[in-house]
Nanobody
Framework: QVQLAESGGGLVQAGGSLRLSCAAS????????MGWFRQAPGKEREFVSA????????LLADSVKGRFTISRDTVKITIYLQMNSLRPEDTAVYYC??????????????WGQGTQVTVSS
């Protein structure tokens, strides 16, 4: 069973930065990907970023391009989401997921518990 543990959320002022981490364990299928999604109150879960584990290819939502960066540590089996120039609209619970490389939540099979990110104006 794949297990995911997110960390790094918190409260930050607009314009600030945070780095989220997601450590994974368990059996992985070949060509898996890890991604970040977020869900704000009253809104649907939305894609943020993903990284293909083997190739390192990445995807980023338009809303975070130029501000967020996804990376991975292949030894620790951990991904990171570096979030810069944060805006109040980035406030959400951020979820880590494992699945097939895409920007759709329907291709991800395993999910973490989420970590809260709050950006104050």
């Amino acid at each position: 069973q794949v297990q995911l543990a997110e960390s790094g959320g918190g409260l930050v002022q607009a314009g600030g930065s945070l780095r989220l981490s997601c450590a994974a364990s368990g059996p992985f299928f070949s060509n898996f990907a890890m991604g970040w999604f977020r869900q704000a109150p009253g809104k649907e879960r939305e894609f943020v970023s993903a990284i293909h584990w083997r190739t390192g290819s990445t995807l980023l939502a338009d809303s975070v391009k130029g501000r967020f960066t996804i990376s991975r540590d292949t030894v620790k089996i951990t991904i990171y989401l570096q979030m810069n120039s944060l805006r109040p609209e980035d406030t959400a619970v951020y979820y880590c997921a494992v699945g097939s490389f895409s920007g759709s939540s329907t291709t991800y099979n395993y999910w973490g518990q989420g970590t809260q990110v709050t950006v104050s104006s």
